[in-house]
């Protein structure tokens, strides 16, 4: 490509990461941009194999159908990472960031080695200019790092470098990118900057409103998507903190979230209170802020933003122990259905999950844990266990006795003490709570970590049922 202007009839487009973020949102482009080349690149065989499988790699409702309508027409999924950047006009760049367990920022600052290495790559393989897209949520200035690297790197090839941070949540990534609330593009604000920019808009104007893409420079873009995220996670913390009071107090927080949402300067969503935030996101892009306040010197502002994921750990610890506290103080060998183990419903990611935190909890008090959940195997929430938690054979050699996963939610149940919802999958509301009662010990406890069972029907039938920000003594 001689410059950065171009149309975008027979414009390749390629993808770095072939992840959560990067498969549904190369989806959805090439969908809209037939006109476009585009490919998905990943360092897994494994992974990409899935892609061009009929069972993606990642469940995301409706998706599956729309990459069959698309795939091998103008998407494509391969491991060929060198020779599809060399031919494309724009690469994104879609790999994963997880937080930093060691060295300076260890557990706040997010390692962006991998971002570094697709720009070491980038610079080998571009023969003419490129427009360098990070996707991937970042620490702030990590265009600028990347565009370092690539320079120092390259020779007369010229390459912008686009901040375009993906807002899609897992679970409703289709409708999320087919109708974005908006599409932010960040750029340098010169000629060069602009005319990738103008070409990225381009790009999304396919088939998003243009009012709705927005154009920046980078560094107000980057900040942008932690900020967002910052914000969404601090609402369900704040709801959440309310939640112990309303314990403590018998008001109810779903009555108080009704009422304080519909102040529309307030609105009504992400007040749902919970037994805690997970995902891959919401705790790691905090994180990320609350490292950069601290490098800024801007302590009081990096305490505050930090306090939403205080209260995040602190609801998780205050439902475990609670469940403790409800049956007699001991779950020593008592045996517990586990309903849900992935971060919320209708995906099977168990990153930063809350599920996994309450059961190290109760794990640590040696219960005996029945896992039921759609979408999660057995395999990942090991690796959640072990990567988030360090929890494994090795720290707790009796793990894979005391917990399983069994998906038969009866048979989970049967000759247990609690059951505990997790995730606030659908199917959860459906099940037989009669023919659950009767298979277990008395009494019986419900821990409902989501609020999405009928409370009143449960007492009914002779639970002990204990849910967020509620009492059960208000239906007596
Ligand atoms: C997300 C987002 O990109 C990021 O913004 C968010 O903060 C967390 O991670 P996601 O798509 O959810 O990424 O990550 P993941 O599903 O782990 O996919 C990343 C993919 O990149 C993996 O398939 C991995 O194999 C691939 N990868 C990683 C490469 O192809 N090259 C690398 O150098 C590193
Ligand atoms: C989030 C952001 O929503 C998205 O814009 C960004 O791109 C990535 O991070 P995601 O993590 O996929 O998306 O899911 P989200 O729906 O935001 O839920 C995050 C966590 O908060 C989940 O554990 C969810 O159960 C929890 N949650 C959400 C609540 O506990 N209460 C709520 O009211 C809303």
Redesign the pocket.
């Known amino acids: 490509m001689a410059s950065f202007t171009k149309s975008l009839d027979g414009l390749k487009i390629c993808c770095i990461g072939a992840g959560y973020v990067g498969g549904p949102t190369m989806t959805i482009l090439a969908e809209h941009c037939p006109q476009v080349r585009v490919c998905v690149v990943d360092i897994s065989q494994p992974r990409i194999d899935q892609w061009n499988s009929s069972d993606l790699p990642i469940y995301e409702p409706g998706l599956q159908e729309i990459v069959e309508s698309v795939r091998g027409k103008n998407l494509f999924f391969s491991t060929d990472v060198e020779g599809e950047i060399a031919q494309a006009d724009i690469i994104f760049v879609a790999v994963n960031t997880p937080t930093k367990t060691y060295g300076i920022g260890s557990g706040s600052a997010s390692n962006v080695k991998n971002i570094e290495l697709c720009a070491r790559t980038i610079a080998k393989c571009a023969k003419d200019s490129k427009i360098i897209v990070e996707k991937s949520t970042v620490p702030v200035e990590t265009a600028s790092a990347l565009k370092r690297v690539l320079l120092a790197n390259s020779k007369n090839v010229k390459f912008q470098v686009l901040s375009n941070p993906?807002?899609?949540?897992?679970?409703t990534a289709v409708r999320d990118l087919e109708d974005p609330s908006r599409v932010l593009i960040g750029g340098d604000q010169n000629e060069d900057g602009l005319a990738a920019i103008a070409l990225l808009v381009e790009v999304y104007a396919q088939w998003v409103p243009r009012d709705k893409i927005l154009t920046t420079n980078v560094w107000s873009s980057e900040l942008s998507k932690l900020v967002?995220?910052a914000y969404?996670a601090q609402?369900?913390s704040s709801?959440n903190s309310i939640s112990a009071l309303c314990e403590a107090t018998k008001a109810d927080v779903n009555e108080v979230a009704r009422a304080v949402g519909t102040d529309r300067r307030i609105g009504s969503?992400?007040?749902?209170?919970?037994v805690?935030?997970?995902?891959?996101?919401?705790q790691k892009d905090i994180l990320n802020l609350v490292y950069l306040c601290e490098s800024f010197g801007l302590p009081e502002v990096a305490a505050y933003w930090r306090s939403v994921i205080t209260m995040n750990d602190y609801q998780k610890e205050r439902f475990a122990k609670k469940m403790v506290r409800s049956m007699f103080n001991s779950i020593t060998g008592k045996q517990i259905a586990m309903f849900g183990f992935a971060?919320?419903k209708d995906t099977g990611d168990t990153r930063e999950?809350?599920a996994a935190y309450v059961c190290k909890y109760l794990l640590e008090e040696r219960a005996k844990i029945n896992v039921s959940d759609p979408k999660v195997t057995e395999e990942d929430m090991f690796l959640e266990f072990h990567y988030t938690l360090g929890l494994d054979e090795k720290t707790m050699p009796e793990l894979k006795s005391l917990i399983k996963i069994n998906n038969d939610p009866y048979e989970a149940a049967k000759g247990a003490h609690a059951i505990a919802v997790m995730t606030?999958w659908d199917e959860f509301k459906n099940y037989d709570y009669q023919k659950l009662y009767d298979g277990m010990l008395k009494p019986a406890f419900i821990f409902d970590g989501r609020n999405i069972l009928d409370h009143k029907k449960l007492i009914d039938i002779g639970f002990e049922v204990h849910a967020i920000g509620k009492t059960f003594e208000m239906y007596q």
């Open positions: 993906e807002f899609l949540a897992e679970g967002a995220n969404l609402r369900i709801i969503a992400f007040l749902r209170a919970s805690g935030f997970g995902g891959s996101c919401f971060f919320k999950t809350a606030e």
